[in-house]
């Protein structure tokens, strides 16, 4: 596994943790009626804090227990190459191209719900869904074309 | 039609290399292993920059490291 893949990996794990803890409260709140703007303004900073500092710590962690094993597996002090290449910046952009139509769908969808007449914090959740759903989906994507080639 | 195919000899001009390692030609040509396991088994065609730079490395022509199958392109 290359360095890309494994920060790849890691923003992936990360994401979708994010995006569980998000739905799993979000529909506590709905079911228990405890849809009120103070709470969904307060999950809603929480997932966008914890996605920066999570991705950060996570990448940086990964950095250096990728660096120990590569150090263990070739039992030479010489440190692991970081270089990134064309495949990696091709891989990136079509990743990046998954992400972007994903969050359109999501803001389609969040106009749609406030055409339906539905509250500014539905619409508002759903942006925020699918900015996390776009994440997962372009990891998913860059994924997978690592294990095809491109 | 069927897909255009680029094929390549950089396995057999390795092995008359001295066996140079995929490392090393990816050290040389200034990409990763990944890049050079992906173009060796034809999962990926290189920029023709890169594809000149494997050229150069090997001292051979372009032709002689990668071959398009225009015949097969256009059926």
């Avoid at chain 1, 992936?12 to 709140?29: D, G, P, Q, R, S």
């Avoid at chain 1, 999950?43 to 996605?51: Q, S």
């Avoid at chain 2, 195919?5 to 950089?10: E, P, Q, S, T, Y």
Wanted: glycine share 4%; proline share 2%.
């Amino acid at each position: 596994m290359s360095y890309q893949q494994r920060n790849v990996t890691v923003a992936l794990v990360t994401h979708l943790l994010i995006a569980a803890y998000f739905v799993i409260n979000w529909l506590t709140m709905y079911t228990t009626g405890g849809l009120v703007d103070k709470k969904v303004f307060g999950l809603w900073l929480t997932v966008i804090i914890a996605t920066i500092a999570v991705t950060i710590f996570g990448t940086i962690l990964a950095s250096i227990v990728g660096a120990i094993v590569h150090a263990v597996k070739t039992r030479s002090d010489k440190p692991e190459q970081f270089i990134e290449d064309e495949r990696d910046k091709l891989i990136d952009l079509k990743g990046t191209r998954v992400s972007y139509i994903t969050f359109s769908i999501g803001v389609g969808l969040a106009m749609l719900s406030f055409v339906l007449k539905q509250p500014a914090l539905i619409m508002f959740s759903i942006i925020i869904l699918f900015s996390l759903l776009a994440e997962i989906a372009g990891d998913i994507s860059k994924l997978v074309r690592y294990q095809k080639g491109v | 039609m069927t897909k255009p195919h680029i094929r390549n000899n950089i396995r057999k001009l390795r092995f008359n290399h001295d066996e140079m390692t995929q490392e090393e030609l990816a050290e040389k040509a200034g990409v990763t292993r990944q890049t050079i396991i992906a173009i060796e088994s034809a999962k990926y065609s290189p920029s023709l920059e890169l594809a000149f730079k494997i050229a150069a490395v090997f001292d051979v022509p372009l032709d002689e490291v990668f071959t398009y199958e225009i015949q097969e392109a256009f059926e």
